[in-house]
């Protein structure tokens, strides 16, 4: 596997592009607005965040949808098929995730213009990680990952919600055992840590950035109980909320302090 070329497009409405015999290696294409692919002999849309992998030869048009297009873009070449014999080769793929995406392809265009002796090797598995990645949104389409990354992200922005097994399993109609075993198998953790950590992160948020209480932080993060949040708040960070909200004044008074002296 060789990345021959690679980058990041942006074009303005009416941007197009026509090639009947497309390239003589792989095109993989992440799109980042939405935009008009033409496959199965019609002109169909797809949103932000989408990946498309062209075979060699295979031909591709796509457009603009709206005042702009843009997307990073990857010339990959390969001995052998890419992947697998069914893949859709040439349609968009809505990403679960796209920012992962994103944020790998800027470590891998980073990686394609630098000088460094490890180049080649850091880019192959690079690449490799990223049709890794784009092969595992296939096999996750139809199933009932995105319905568990909604809870997820539902989690996370709001902490304070009386999150519970039951609950989130009925959400999804799911037996609770079940609903267990897909949260671990889909995100490598357990309901109840992402639940806990969750709410230890809006915890630090509110005692970095509020003057409230730390009952009422507790309470604001979804805590019944100041000592259990207390509790929980030292095994996740090792310290007290009392001593994390001193610690970090101490850091900006000592900030503080270096800017006068530079002055």
Same mark, same amino acid.
């Given at each position: 596997?060789?990345?021959?070329?690679?980058?990041?497009?942006?074009?303005?409405?009416?941007?197009?592009?026509?090639?009947?015999?497309?390239?003589?290696?792989?095109?993989?294409?992440?799109?980042?607005?939405?935009?008009?692919?033409?496959?199965?002999?019609?002109?169909?849309?797809?949103?932000?965040?989408?990946?498309?992998?062209?075979?060699?030869?295979?031909?591709?048009?796509?457009?603009?949808?709206?005042?702009?297009?843009?997307?990073?873009?990857?010339?990959?070449?390969?001995?052998?098929?890419?992947?697998?014999?069914?893949?859709?080769?040439?349609?968009?793929?809505?990403?679960?995730?796209?920012?992962?995406?994103?944020?790998?392809?800027?470590?891998?265009?980073?990686?394609?213009?630098?000088?460094?002796?490890?180049?080649?090797? +850091?880019?192959? !598995?690079?690449?490799? &990680?990223?049709?890794?990645? =784009? $092969? /595992?949104?296939? %096999?996750?389409?139809?199933?009932?990952?995105?319905?568990?990354?909604?809870?997820?992200?539902?989690?996370?922005?709001?902490?304070?919600?009386?999150?519970?097994?039951?609950?989130?399993?009925?959400?999804?109609?799911?037996?609770?055992?079940?609903?267990?075993?897909?949260?671990?198998?889909?995100?490598?953790?357990?309901?109840?840590?992402? +639940?806990?950590? !969750?709410?230890?992160? &809006?915890?630090?948020?509110? =005692? $970095? /950035?509020?003057? %409230?209480?730390?009952?009422?932080?507790?309470?604001?993060?979804?805590?019944?109980?100041?000592?259990?949040?207390?509790?929980?708040?030292?095994?996740?960070?090792?310290?007290?909320?009392?001593?994390?909200?001193?610690?970090?004044?101490?850091?900006?008074?000592?900030?503080?302090?270096?800017?006068?002296?530079?002055?």
């Amino acid at each position: 596997m060789n990345i021959i070329r690679m980058g990041e497009a942006a074009h303005a409405g009416g941007f197009k592009v026509l090639r009947e015999h497309g390239y003589p290696h792989y095109l993989l294409l992440i799109t980042k607005t939405p935009a008009l692919f033409e496959y199965e002999g019609e002109w169909r849309k797809a949103p932000a965040g989408c990946a498309l992998l062209f075979r060699p030869g295979q031909r591709h048009s796509y457009t603009a949808l709206g005042d702009a297009y843009s997307d990073f873009w990857a010339h990959i070449q390969s001995n052998s098929l890419l992947l697998y014999e069914g893949f859709p080769f040439g349609r968009p793929i809505p990403l679960a995730a796209p920012e992962r995406f994103f944020a790998l392809f800027s470590v891998m265009l980073g990686e394609f213009f630098s000088a460094r002796r490890t180049r080649e090797s +850091v880019l192959s !598995s690079l690449c490799s &990680a990223l049709v890794e990645m =784009l $092969s /595992s949104e296939v %096999e996750l389409k139809g199933t009932l990952f995105y319905s568990f990354l909604s809870l997820r992200e539902d989690i996370f922005r709001s902490p304070e919600c009386e999150w519970t097994a039951e609950g989130a399993a009925a959400r999804l109609n799911l037996s609770k055992g079940y609903f267990h075993t897909l949260y671990k198998q889909y995100f490598g953790t357990t309901f109840l840590l992402d +639940v806990i950590v !969750s709410r230890v992160q &809006a915890a630090e948020d509110l =005692l $970095s /950035s509020s003057q %409230e209480s730390v009952s009422r932080i507790a309470e604001r993060c979804g805590y019944l109980n100041e000592e259990h949040f207390i509790r929980q708040f030292s095994q996740f960070t090792g310290t007290t909320p009392h001593r994390y909200r001193l610690k970090l004044k101490s850091q900006g008074a000592g900030k503080s302090s270096e800017s006068v002296r530079e002055l």
